[in-house]
T-cell receptor
């Protein structure tokens, strides 16, 4: 089945700096890669996603890049703000796995004012 | 409003007691999922259902049971066989090939 690994597990940045979270996946049939943000005590919320026919997608301060050859994708947050502090999860969907969503282990991002 | 609703938000269970967590969605999604999250940890899949009247075990199904009698509903029962049930439980739903929508979670505590 699909295996998604996420790094780093914790990330601390100064307000205004950029943050990058990286994920790798194992199943070359995976074709959809969402990113979720989870605030304390709440359910994860989708913040951005990318499909396998696209190499990069941007939404204001957030961008995601995908390298299908290397089987890795990354989340980039620019000009970080304290409200960006949360746990971020990457995920992958593979047609081989019955469209199951496989999550990475999560990254705790702390933005210091 | 379309969405996925979990209830209750907080639940307390006595030793040896079964409790049921509710998950309802009005998004017309075929697939529904239950995850367990321990403090500072990721999401572990308990059970999932891709169609009404059918469900499959996830990675940590022991001590849990589910039913999927209606498309909108996927309740999770935490049985007395689950020895360490204190955790944050998340329900999600999705269509094939799209993102999952999550509920706001139920925090279960053994007292």
């Amino acid at each position: 089945g699909e295996n998604v690994e996420q790094h780093p597990s914790t990330l601390s940045v100064q307000e205004g700096d950029s943050a990058v979270i990286k994920c790798t996946y194992s199943d070359s049939a995976s074709n959809y890669f969402p990113w979720y943000k989870q605030e304390l005590g709440k359910g994860p919320q989708l913040i951005i996603d990318i499909r396998s026919n696209v190499g990069e997608k941007k939404d204001q301060r957030i961008a995601v890049t995908l390298n299908k050859t290397a089987k890795h994708f990354s989340l980039h947050i620019t000009e970080t703000q304290p409200e960006d502090s949360a746990v971020y999860f990457c995920a992958a969907i593979s047609n081989n796995a019955g469209n199951m969503l496989t999550f990475g282990g999560g990254t705790r991002l702390m933005v210091k004012p | 409003d379309g969405g996925i609703t979990q209830s209750p938000k907080y639940l307390f269970r006595k030793e040896g007691q079964n409790v049921t967590l509710s998950c309802e969605q009005n998004l017309n999604h075929d697939a529904m999922y239950w995850y367990r999250q321990d403090p500072g940890q990721g999401l572990r899949l308990i059970y999932y259902s891709q169609i009404v009247n059918d469900f499959q075990k996830g990675d940590i199904a022991e001590g849990y049971s589910v039913s999927r009698e209606k498309k909108e509903s996927f309740p999770l029962t935490v049985t007395s066989a689950q020895k360490n049930p204190t955790a944050f439980y998340l329900c999600a739903s999705k269509w094939a090939g799209t993102e999952a929508f999550f509920g706001q979670g139920t925090r279960l505590t053994v007292v």
